[in-house]
């Protein structure tokens, strides 16, 4: 149990840390959601919410973010991380730590 260092491990400014999630040990818990969407035609504010559903079972310790951009018609361009064992797309990734680890159960919030 590691968590009496979580004080130590944990950035204590909020924003999310820049990582390539590739280079790291890690699974999904939940499926991709959308968090925002962004209509750059308007001024904002933006804002979001969203509600992760596990999948599977496990220990969460953060949320990855990425951003996808819809170029019109069937083109995107997305930060995704490469699947497990994947090969790397130099693309990096946002990881935003918990302030404690949560013990997620499938099916369940």
């Keep these: 149990d590691l968590s009496a260092c979580n ?7 909020s924003a ?3 990582c390539r ?3 790291l040990a ?16 308007t001024n904002g504010p933006w804002q ?3 509600r992760l559903s596990p999948i599977t ?7 990855a973010l990425w951003a996808e951009f819809d ?3 069937d083109s995107r361009l997305s930060t995704q991380p490469s699947q497990l064992g994947g090969v790397p ?15 997620l159960e499938n099916g369940g919030g």
């Design 7 to 13: 004080a130590s491990l944990i950035p204590r400014r």
């Design 16 to 18: 999310p840390l820049e």
């Design 21 to 23: 999630l590739c280079e």
């Design 26 to 41: 890690w699974r999904a818990l939940s499926d991709p959601t959308e968090v925002l969407k962004i209509g750059f035609a």
């Design 48 to 50: 979001g919410e969203c």
């Design 57 to 63: 079972s496990g220990v969460c310790y953060g949320v």
């Design 71 to 73: 170029l019109g018609g």
């Design 89 to 103: 797309f130099g693309w990096t990734q946002a990881l935003q730590l918990l302030t404690a680890p949560q013990q």
